[in-house]
Structure formats: C-alpha cells, structure tokens
C-alpha cells in the first residue's frame, strides 16, 4: 500500500531561478539535485525544516522540448504536476492497482531520484490526479 506522501512535483521552466525563489521566499533547502535523461528533467528535492522529517517539493525543469515536463509547462504553465507516494514495493504496489482497474505508465518500473525505483498511474484514472508511485533506494 502508499506508506505517506513522498514528495509533491512541481513543473517550473528554470531549475536555479525556483530553487532560489523556494530558499528566498519559503527558506526550503536542495537536499538533493540531479539530471535524469530518460524522464527528460533536471530535478532539485527541497526540504522544509531541519531534521528531514518536514514537507518534501520536488522542482521539475524539462531538459527537451518533447519531454513530460516540456509538454506540461506547455499545457498548463509552471505548477503542480504529480503526487508522489513511498511505497515498500514499487511493483506490488503498482500491481495492487493495476488489477483494481488503474493505468500504470510503465510495465517495468524506471529510475527515479536518488536511485529509486518508480511507476505512474495515469492521471485519467486518478481523478486527474499524476500520481507517482517511489520505492526509496
Ligand atoms: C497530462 N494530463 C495531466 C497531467 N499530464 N493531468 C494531471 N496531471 C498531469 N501531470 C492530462 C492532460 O491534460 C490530458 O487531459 C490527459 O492527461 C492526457 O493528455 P496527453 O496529451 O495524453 O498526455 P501527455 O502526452 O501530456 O502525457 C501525460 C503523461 C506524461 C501523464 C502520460 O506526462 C507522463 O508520461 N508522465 C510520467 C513521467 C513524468 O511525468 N516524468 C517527469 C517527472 P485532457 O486534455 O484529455 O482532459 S520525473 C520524476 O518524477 C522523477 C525523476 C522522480 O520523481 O524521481
């Protein structure tokens, strides 16, 4: 099952400008920074607060014009564009839903941040709603 909400995505067009404006504005740290090519983003995890338990807001720029992120800016300009769940196993969990009716994106899980594992359900199944589905390294 979803264990607590991993971290909320964000889709903003430049990666340093939101990350200044999340330390300037709301005083959130980048805990983390990394380019993943295969899901076509540059992403930064900011944390609230100072003993890793707070609020987690992932910052998503896209790295190519046909890429997730590229088309979501497009669509619907900078803002929230998925809900990121934990989960023990990114497989049974995703199976778990796949037989209750939802669309995963992928039929083998893909890397994600900081080397987890992960899967989407489809928005149109999730009253419309990306969510993501990170089994932590
Ligand atoms: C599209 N739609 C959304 C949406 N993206 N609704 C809610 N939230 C979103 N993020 C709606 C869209 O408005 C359409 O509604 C409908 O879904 C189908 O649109 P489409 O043209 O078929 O969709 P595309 O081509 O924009 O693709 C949407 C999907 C795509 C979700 C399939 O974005 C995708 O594959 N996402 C998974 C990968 C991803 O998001 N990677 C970036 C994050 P109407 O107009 O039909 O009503 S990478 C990441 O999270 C990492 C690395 C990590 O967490 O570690």
Do not use: W
Not at 7 to 15: E, F, K, N, R, W
Not at 16 to 22: G, L, M, Q, R
Not at 71 to 90: E, H, I, N
Not at 119 to 125: A, G, L
């Amino acid at each position: 099952g979803l264990l607590r909400v991993d971290h909320v995505g964000i889709a903003v067009p430049d990666l340093d400008e939101a990350i200044a404006f999340y330390a300037q504005i709301f005083g959130m740290r980048c805990v983390h920074e990394e380019t993943n090519q295969e899901q076509g983003v540059r992403e930064a995890m900011l944390a609230a607060g100072d003993d890793g338990t707070g609020a987690r807001i992932q910052l998503l720029a896209p790295l190519r014009p046909d890429s997730a992120i590229a088309k979501f800016l497009d669509r619907s300009g900078p803002g929230l564009q998925q809900l990121a769940y934990t989960v023990a196993d990114v497989e049974a969990a995703g199976a778990a839903l796949r037989a209750r009716g939802l669309r995963l994106l992928y039929d083998e899980p893909k890397r994600g941040t900081a080397g987890s594992r992960i899967n989407f359900v489809h928005p149109k199944d999730a009253g419309g709603v990306l969510v993501e589905l990170v089994q932590p390294a």
